[in-house]
């Protein structure tokens, strides 16, 4: 076989003072990975990490105006640290993860919370609650080999800060992520991870401005349309 019968972008993500981009594989995220986060919605606090996926292009690079979806009326953000992979493998040991790291940006999962909730209720996969379009506004890599030192984690909307917290309160670490995740799945190049929130998720409305802000990486601005 030659070629392909039509043509598809390639998913990706900018990189900080850097003309080149960041193409992505797959997209991970980490459900449930800051204690207070595990209280605020009633969880087990101890589970193992819970990873659920969302579709590469449903990323969107540098943020900007994203639209309220559809099949829901409690529409939440819910700010995170994404660590980008430059390699992978399977079972990977924690002391070894922090290696594969590419880079580090700020990144927003956004959640039809209401959905989830339905499906939680009823014992079902929660995935149209989180993997679903413009659902993973993504900030541009900050280059970091290895481990980012604990940072502040916080998200405004409309200037007022809603979630306050630092890295340092994760459950399971990025080493650990890292590692955890090799396990269920091989891990390669142009993966991306994120790594849960910090407890004050919350709903946005229509016009709503949400500022996402990680020390050390660029700041992720979103406004929802």
């Given at each position: 076989?030659?070629?392909?019968?039509?043509?598809?972008?390639?998913?990706?993500?900018?990189?900080?003072?850097?003309?080149?981009?960041?193409?992505?594989?797959?997209?991970?995220?980490?459900?449930?990975?800051?204690?207070?986060?595990?209280?605020?919605?009633?969880?087990?606090?101890?589970?193992?990490?819970?990873?659920?996926?969302?579709?590469?292009d449903?990323l969107?690079?540098?943020?900007?105006?994203?639209?309220?979806?559809?099949?829901?009326?409690?529409?939440?953000?819910?700010?995170?640290?994404?660590?980008?992979?430059?390699?992978?493998?399977?079972?990977?040991?924690?002391?070894?993860?922090?290696?594969?790291?590419?880079g580090?940006?700020?990144?927003?999962?956004?959640?039809?919370?209401?959905?989830?909730?339905?499906?939680?209720?009823?014992?079902?996969?929660?995935?149209?609650?989180?993997?679903?379009?413009?659902?993973?506004?993504?900030?541009?890599?900050?280059?970091?080999?290895?481990?980012?030192?604990?940072?502040?984690?916080?998200?405004s909307?409309?200037?007022?800060?809603?979630?306050?917290?630092?890295?340092?309160?994760?459950?399971?670490?990025?080493?650990?992520?890292?590692?955890?995740?090799?396990?269920?799945?091989?891990?390669?190049?142009?993966?991306?991870?994120?790594?849960?929130?910090?407890?004050?998720?919350?709903?946005?409305?229509?016009?709503?401005?949400?500022?996402?802000?990680?020390?050390?990486?660029?700041?992720?601005?979103?406004?929802?349309?």
């Amino acid at each position: 076989m030659s070629g392909f019968i039509f043509p598809l972008s390639q998913p990706w993500i900018g990189i900080v003072a850097n003309p080149a981009r960041f193409p992505v594989r797959r997209v991970w995220c980490v459900g449930r990975n800051y204690l207070s986060h595990v209280r605020e919605l009633g969880n087990d606090e101890r589970e193992s990490p819970l990873f659920f996926s969302k579709q590469p292009d449903m990323l969107v690079p540098g943020g900007g105006t994203i639209r309220y979806p559809g099949m829901t009326k409690n529409y939440h953000y819910e700010v995170e640290l994404v660590v980008a992979l430059k390699s992978g493998g399977e079972n990977v040991s924690v002391a070894d993860a922090d290696a594969l790291i590419f880079g580090h940006a700020a990144g927003l999962d956004m959640t039809r919370r209401d959905i989830q909730k339905q499906m939680q209720e009823k014992g079902r996969p929660w995935e149209a609650a989180k993997s679903f379009e413009q659902s993973g506004p993504i900030g541009p890599l900050t280059p970091f080999p290895g481990l980012l030192p604990p940072v502040r984690i916080r998200l405004s909307v409309n200037g007022a800060v809603k979630q306050d917290g630092d890295t340092a309160q994760m459950i399971w670490s990025v080493p650990e992520i890292i590692s955890q995740l090799s396990r269920q799945v091989s891990l390669a190049a142009g993966d991306v991870i994120f790594t849960g929130t910090p407890e004050g998720v919350g709903p946005v409305v229509r016009g709503d401005r949400l500022l996402a802000e990680i020390d050390g990486l660029e700041p992720l601005a979103v406004t929802i349309a």
